[in-house]
């Protein structure tokens, strides 16, 4: 026998001495993805006999032992010498066996440098309980660095990438594997089917893990690396469902909130209708004023708040399916609260007339606005103009609009026509224009 692999086989410090019997092992596999099953009474001890006795050993993994650890009371000796240095050592989660000036061993798997850890990477990728613990020792490394430069991004991008997409199912390792991920990726020069890869792993992590908090900001996190909507084109419906679904689970997780209704947002520039109309027929219109009554319930106007505003801007723009949907949810009313609540914040209130300036292009939805509460609040908008004239210019569109549609659209209205046609003619003569 050649080879011998007794991963996470429990009290192997009972077996030692049936062990040396096989001298002509040549690959001895003890290691443990626990610590717990792996704790040897006399640890120099066995670790001597195996050592001694097995002359052919070229690799031997004993991560998660206590076998490089210091001597019990009754070890002997304190120093095993090896005949001739091995081809691989294991040494992951030995303490600070990795750590030690002279390892006889020309590969070695463990957490005191990059290329240690991109060795257990490589070695342990089918043992989820250990593969775990390296992402976690990956994480450390490529957050916090090392004594020495690290130059092997790429290669620690991709192992990480088969880790998570070969254990989808373990949630603790995916959660180490994002988080790693994050920092990794922001090193790599990605091309486009590393970026496709990229994408597709972390929103598989998500799809499967949508309970796990912390999974799902991680992969939020990492989504944000890439330019959206141009890199995440190829799978752009699924993450549209998902992000949806993130903010209806989570939506008591405020930094979760914000990073999701950014990628809405960022989802919704720069993309066509169609698209537009597919997002929005997964609730995301409904999902996102959902999120502002909640902020306005506490009279808090934040970034989840503008952005979220800035989203219904972007997704109804050229698109009257999402305008629809917009009013049906009762968005006109919540405009209405969020301007009474928050009237000085001048970037929320562009981003609501951008939104109503939507609305007011549509032929078929514009009489929605014919209400006297509505048109006195774009009326007294039209001067705003200390800073920019946009607020103002988007307000006289929308009232422009409404005049279009001639008296009879006016007849219920207390606030008269031609007054307001004077109003915007008025302060279009006073836009600075350049």
């Keep these: 026998m050649t080879t011998l692999i007794l991963f996470d086989v429990p009290d192997l410090y009972r077996t030692i001495d049936s062990i040396i019997t096989l001298t002509e092992l040549r690959f001895l596999d003890l290691s443990q993805s626990s610590r717990d099953t792996g704790l040897y009474p006399r640890p120099v001890t066995a670790l001597h006999k195996l050592v001694t006795n097995l002359k052919q050993l070229t690799c031997l993994d004993i991560s998660s032992t206590n076998l490089a650890a210091q001597p019990s009371p009754k070890d002997w000796p304190v120093r095993p010498d090896m005949h001739k240095p091995l081809d691989f050592i294991g040494l992951f989660n030995c303490e600070n066996a990795s750590h030690f000036g002279e390892i006889p061993a020309k590969h070695i798997s463990g957490d005191a440098n990059e290329d240690q850890v991109i060795m257990a990477l490589q070695m342990y990728k089918d043992r989820a309980g250990l593969l775990q613990s390296v992402l976690n020792e990956s994480y450390q490394l490529y957050r916090f660095g090392n004594s020495n430069p690290l130059v092997r991004h790429t290669e620690a991008l991709h192992l990480v990438l088969n880790a998570m997409q070969n254990h989808l199912e373990d949630s603790t390792l995916q959660i180490a594997g994002s988080a790693s991920l994050f920092y990794i990726i922001r090193k790599v020069a990605m091309n486009r089917d590393t970026k496709k890869r990229v994408v597709s792993a972390l929103l598989s992590g998500m799809e499967t893990h949508m309970e796990e908090q912390v999974m799902v900001r991680n992969c939020c996190l990492s989504l944000c690396q890439f330019e959206i909507p141009q890199e995440i084109l190829f799978d752009y419906s699924r993450l549209a469902i998902l992000l ?87 968005g006109l009313l919540l405009f209405h609260k969020c301007f009474d609540a928050f009237r000085n914040e001048r970037e929320l209130v562009r981003n609501m007339m951008g939104l109503i300036g939507n609305i007011a292009e549509v032929d078929g939805l514009r009489s929605q606005l014919m209400n006297d509460d509505y048109v006195k609040i774009f009326s007294a908008l039209l001067d705003l103009v200390e800073d920019s004239i946009e607020i103002s210019y988007n307000s006289a569109g929308v009232l422009a609009h409404m005049v279009s549609d001639g008296e009879e659209a006016w007849s219920g209205l207390t606030v008269q026509r031609e007054q307001v046609m004077a109003s915007v003619v008025k302060v279009g003569w006073n836009w600075i224009l350049f």
């Excluded at 902020?295 to 399916?321: H, Q, R, Y």
């Design 244 to 330: 949806v679904t993130v903010l209806q689970h989570h939506n008591a997780d405020n930094l979760t909130q914000r990073i999701v209704v950014f990628l809405l947002n960022s989802m919704a520039c720069h993309v066509e209708g169609d698209q537009k109309v597919q997002v929005g027929s997964f609730g995301a219109i409904e999902m996102i004023l959902d999120q502002i009554r909640r902020k306005l319930a506490t009279n808090m106007c934040d970034d989840v708040m503008e952005v979220g505003w800035s989203f219904l801007w972007n997704i109804t723009d050229e698109t009257p399916v999402n305008c629809e949907r917009f009013l049906k949810a009762d």
